[in-house]
């Protein structure tokens, strides 16, 4: 049961998080057909980022539920600056590199001393297996790399 209700709540913040970004909706699709996508593929990044920090690291339920939100409040800021990438990349990157440091500093404040060294070795190793990756994965390879210090 918690879970569902953690998964309402993610699912929650996702849509909110959908609604905060320009995207316009092709013609060829509904707003709710592209907003579904848009949604599965923030949810699927938020995934990602959570397996890519958690593993190894024997994390608690709680711990997770703290990385899973700290994960989805991170990709939600991105959203809300990824039309900076191409129209002021100063204010892009200021905005990147405080949201990371941000998360960073959350997650660091979640996990035992050894679970944090775990984290930032699980990002720099996959900053480094994709580090020529420039095909469907940039967005994720960016977000991960932006935690990287």
Sequence with gaps: MKKILLSVATLGILVASCGSTNTAAPATQ????STIDRVAQIA????QISGILGANTNLSSDQK???LSTVTKYVSNYNSISNLATTDKASYTTKLTDYASEAIGSVKETVSENQYAQILSNLA???QQNATTTSQNSVLNTLVSSLVK
């Design 30 to 33: 509904t707003t709710s057909s």
């Design 44 to 47: 699927s990044a938020v995934s």
């Design 65 to 67: 539920s703290s990385l």
């Design 125 to 127: 190793e996959y900053k």
